[in-house]
């Protein structure tokens, strides 16, 4: 039997997976005008999202368990700003910085590490708090990534999730009347 604490973090691995798919699957629908467009003044674009969420992740999760988590080399206010001659690929560079970071810190993490102590702006947080903090940061960019996407690719836009009018007949591969059946390692 597997315990809490590997369970969980097998878990949050899986979570922040799927943020990352869903976030690189929307920005993937939309050409670089509507990537880096906003909206309005007070609306961040795709791209400003992707370089945030790529620039916060670097700074949580580099030295996670060592270190204070707002790194002295973030510039944070500079992650809400495209510069000007800065292109998709630099802020996908951003982006995958972030998310190495990320995969690392979670690879070396163990059970024993969940309530430890760590510092993000010199406050004290639990490891299982500061993932849980930096999980919900994600998801709700992640929401603001799609929904900038599906705004700008309208009508030839590709849904990430079970299509509208879909819910009844859409089944997983191995459905069996309610169950599913050997869908592998922890029903993941």
Do not use: C
Request: charged share 25%; glycine share 12%.
């Amino acid at each position: 039997m597997t315990d809490l604490g590997t369970e969980y973090l097998n878990d949050l691995r899986d979570r922040f997976t799927t943020l990352r798919r869903l976030s690189e699957r929307a920005a993937a629908q939309v050409g670089d005008d509507a990537f880096f467009a906003a909206p309005d003044a007070e609306t961040n674009s795709i791209a400003v999202n992707l370089k945030h969420v790529g620039g916060n992740l670097r700074s949580r999760f580099t030295g996670f368990l060592t270190t204070d988590g707002e790194k002295d080399d973030r510039d944070r206010d500079g992650e809400f700003i495209i510069a000007p001659g800065e292109t998709r690929a630099d802020v996908e560079a951003t982006w995958a910085a972030g998310w190495q970071a990320l995969e690392g810190a979670l690879a070396a993490l163990t059970p024993d590490d969940l309530l430890r102590t760590i510092q993000i702006r010199g406050e004290s947080h639990t490891v299982i708090g500061a993932l849980n903090r930096s999980l919900a940061h994600t998801a709700g960019h992640t929401g603001m990534i799609t929904l900038l996407a599906k705004h700008y690719a309208g009508d030839v836009w590709k849904t990430l999730s079970i299509p509208r009018g879909q819910s009844k007949t859409w089944r997983p591969e191995g459905w069996k009347g309610g169950l599913v059946v050997d869908a592998g390692a922890g029903g993941r």
